[in-house]
């Protein structure tokens, strides 16, 4: 079996239209949408995300910003950056970028972000929610792991939701920003859900479950973590992982995922690539939820509203729900 390749460019480019045609709208009501990050320090791969978020923003004639601070930032000036952020009206959404400096509390600045501006659901609310599946925002690479897959399972008029119910999602990898909601998103989607993680590993029980998986997500952060031998034949395979890797040979940085892709892509049926397949989606995903937060602005505003601007309330659900 040769897999399918599920192509990550061409679905970002058919959302970006769509977003595109929602900032045009929004910008017209007089409710340009926003984008702001926040950058502590100076990791690579923050900067080159940082880079690729901005340019697609402004390109979507989004309203983009950075603060950026120096990696010896201290947290309580991480958490003031994205207070003024979150306070400023010209802000839609807010991202703050990772990794932070090992000084600065994750959870102290997730904590600091307006609900209605987190994006990327990291506050304890909005990740509450997703978990509860009434979420607010679906984080963008656990969004895009469902669009993908969503778009492959309907493109021959099958059902995805009827798919999912009778599959077994195995993810790999259990951080709160990928693993994780991407567990809550299968569970509402109806599948048996298996989650694993480093101790899985260390246990000896990782190939138990990964060749047991109809539907396989990885997302470890280890390069060629899964082989050929690891998949159930015919598996559809999600890759996350981004990892930057050194050619012997050439010594040229390449990337590359967390499965070894060409053993497993001769077992699967389908297979995202690296790069090319969740990457691009991701980062349309986010400006595809700084529109929706903008609309929630509007929605929210009572300054707004007592103008009559601009017209109904606005079902939060449907509006961001992945
Ligand atoms: P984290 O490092 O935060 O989490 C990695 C997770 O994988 C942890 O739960 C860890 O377990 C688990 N893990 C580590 N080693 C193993 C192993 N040998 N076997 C099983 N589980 C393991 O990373 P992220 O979740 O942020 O990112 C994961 C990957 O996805 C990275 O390569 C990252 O670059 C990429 N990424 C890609 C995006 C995209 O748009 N395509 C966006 C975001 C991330 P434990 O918690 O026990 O340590």
Redesign the pocket.
Known sequence: MTAELIDGRSCAARLREQVQADVRELTARGARPGLATVLAGDSY?ARAYERRVRDLAESLGCRYSCVALPGDAAEADVVAAVGGLCADPRVSGVLVL?PLPPQVSEAAVYRALDPLKDIEAVHPVNAGLLALERPRFVP??PA?VFHLLDTYLSRDGRDPGEVYRRSRVVV????????KPVVSLAMARGATVVS??????RAGL?REHTTAADILVV????PG?LRGVDVKPGVIAVD????AVHDEMTGAVRLVG?LDHDSVARRAAAITPVPG???PV?YTWLLRNTVAAARLALATDPVRRAKGLPGPELDVRELVSA
């Open positions: 791969p990772r963008s690479t895009s790999v990898g259990r951080s709160a920003n990928v693993g694993c993680d480093v101790h899985s590993a990782l997302a470890a952060g280890v973590l996350v992982g981004i990892n967390d397949g969740v990457g991701t």
